[in-house]
């Protein structure tokens, strides 16, 4: 298997063990470091902890925002009543394309997003989160054409 091949398929393992934690985080009132670390004692292997960590930062310092646009954008759903995995699928690709320090395209990040979101909740839930992101994206562009 090629080095380019191995790298897409440790980012999308990365990408559902990001999201995993994240659901539990959610699931347990918990997004602290201890949290985390915790984690990272059962779960993802040493090369993926990084891109996790990054994922992790990214939320937390930008939680309000991310929580609010996934809100905004959802059409009359609330954060409380929306299925965790979906949720958690949301803020891991929120955080990735709009707050890491080094993002991953909106279009790619979208994707991924939907195809966890298909692996773990249904097709339903693929089709909510690429509603809700692609709402996100269309109107964080608009924002950035009027800045």
Known sequence: MDETKCNKISRIKARELAMQMLFAMDAQKDFSAEAKHRFFEHFPPQDQRGYIDAVHTAYIENSRGIDAQIEESSDNWRLARMGRVDLAVMRVAA?????????????????????????????????????????????????????
């Open 95 to 147: 955080a990735e394309c709009w707050y890491m320090s080094e993002p991953t395209p909106q279009n790619i990040a979208i994707n991924e997003a939907v195809n966890v979101a298909r692996k773990f909740a249904g097709d339903d839930s693929a089709s909510f989160v690429n509603g809700v992101l692609g709402k996100i994206a269309k109107g964080r562009e608009q924002w950035e054409e009027n800045k």
